[in-house]
């Protein structure tokens, strides 16, 4: 099942290199666009560092979307999943994707993934996408962030982001429903567009079934991460 579930989404992945998708002149070009983010931080329950990789490489129309990113709590590594997708161009400011996503931790498993990248009404950048792992699980994931500029050099960041899950997962203890999400607020100097480091504070939750299930395990079903980083765009 995992192998088919690769497969599937990675075919629209091999289109990439397709010349009847290369189109002629300034489309033929490759160009690409990377953020790297990493902060380390403290939270109610001990010190946290994270790292989130996201970005794309190739054309006006069609691109290689890749992301990583993975969370670092309580002396283990609790988080990591890395993302391929193809990115379709389809409407102004908004891209279709499809491919896979990858969860080494906290339970190896394969997603298939289809969703939408775009800018939203008020220049909200919005991610969301829906998830069929290789055991038949199907989840959610949706993200917001918007940067208000009070100089042209320092920046305001908000952003959210929920996930929902259709059927309760054991092995991952997550209810189904909505099962976690977390608000919070990035505070960056842009010394130049490429290097800014950043102040960031933000509040993670689980609810519903998941936070009961966590209280079952005398786990904190909330916590308060304050932390500083660094931001790289390549």
Not at 62 to 75: A, I, Q
Not at 169 to 197: H, M, N
């Given at each position: 099942?995992?192998?088919?579930?690769?497969?599937?989404?990675?075919?629209?992945?091999?289109?990439?290199?397709?010349?009847?998708?290369?189109?002629?002149?300034?489309?033929?070009m490759?160009?690409?666009?990377?953020?790297f983010?990493?902060?380390?931080?403290?939270?109610?329950?001990?010190?946290?560092?994270?790292?989130?990789?996201?970005?794309?490489?190739?054309?006006?129309?069609?691109?290689?979307?890749?992301?990583?990113?993975?969370?670092?709590?309580?002396?283990?590594?609790e988080?990591?999943?890395?993302?391929?997708?193809?990115?379709?161009n389809?409407?102004?400011?908004?891209?279709?994707?499809?491919?896979?996503?990858?969860?080494?931790?906290?339970?190896?498993?394969?997603?298939?993934?289809?969703?939408?990248?775009?800018?939203?009404?008020?220049?909200?950048?919005?991610?969301?996408h829906?998830f069929?792992?290789?055991?038949?699980?199907?989840?959610?994931?949706l993200?917001?962030?918007?940067?208000?500029?009070?100089?042209?050099?320092?920046?305001?960041?908000?952003?959210?982001?929920?996930?929902?899950?259709?059927?309760?997962?054991?092995?991952?203890?997550?209810?189904?429903?909505?099962?976690?999400?977390?608000?919070g607020?990035?505070?960056?100097?842009?010394?130049?567009?490429?290097?800014?480091?950043?102040?960031?504070?933000?509040?993670?939750?689980?609810?519903?079934?998941?936070?009961?299930?966590?209280?079952?395990?005398?786990?904190?079903?909330?916590?308060?991460?304050?932390?500083?980083?660094?931001?790289?765009?390549?």
């Amino acid at each position: 099942m995992r192998t088919k579930v690769f497969m599937m989404a990675l075919l629209p992945l091999l289109a990439l290199s397709s010349p009847a998708l290369a189109g002629e002149d300034h489309h033929s070009m490759l160009f690409h666009a990377f953020r790297f983010e990493a902060d380390y931080g403290g939270g109610e329950h001990g010190p946290v560092a994270r790292w989130d990789l996201d970005g794309w490489v190739g054309g006006d129309y069609d691109k290689l979307w890749l992301k990583s990113e993975g969370e670092h709590s309580g002396g283990t590594l609790e988080k990591a999943e890395t993302w391929a997708l193809y990115s379709r161009n389809v409407a102004t400011f908004w891209d279709a994707q499809a491919g896979v996503r990858y969860d080494f931790l906290p339970r190896g498993n394969a997603y298939l993934a289809l969703g939408v990248s775009g800018i939203a009404p008020y220049h909200f950048e919005t991610e969301a996408h829906l998830f069929v792992s290789d055991d038949g699980d199907v989840s959610a994931r949706l993200r917001e962030e918007n940067d208000f500029l009070l100089t042209q050099r320092l920046i305001l960041q908000p952003y959210a982001e929920v996930n929902l899950f259709a059927q309760d997962v054991p092995e991952q203890d997550v209810g189904a429903g909505l099962s976690d999400g977390e608000i919070g607020l990035q505070t960056r100097y842009e010394f130049k567009r490429e290097i800014a480091p950043y102040i960031d504070f933000r509040y993670e939750r689980k609810f519903g079934e998941t936070s009961s299930i966590a209280k079952h395990h005398g786990e904190d079903p909330d916590n308060f991460i304050a932390g500083v980083g660094l931001r790289v765009m390549f």
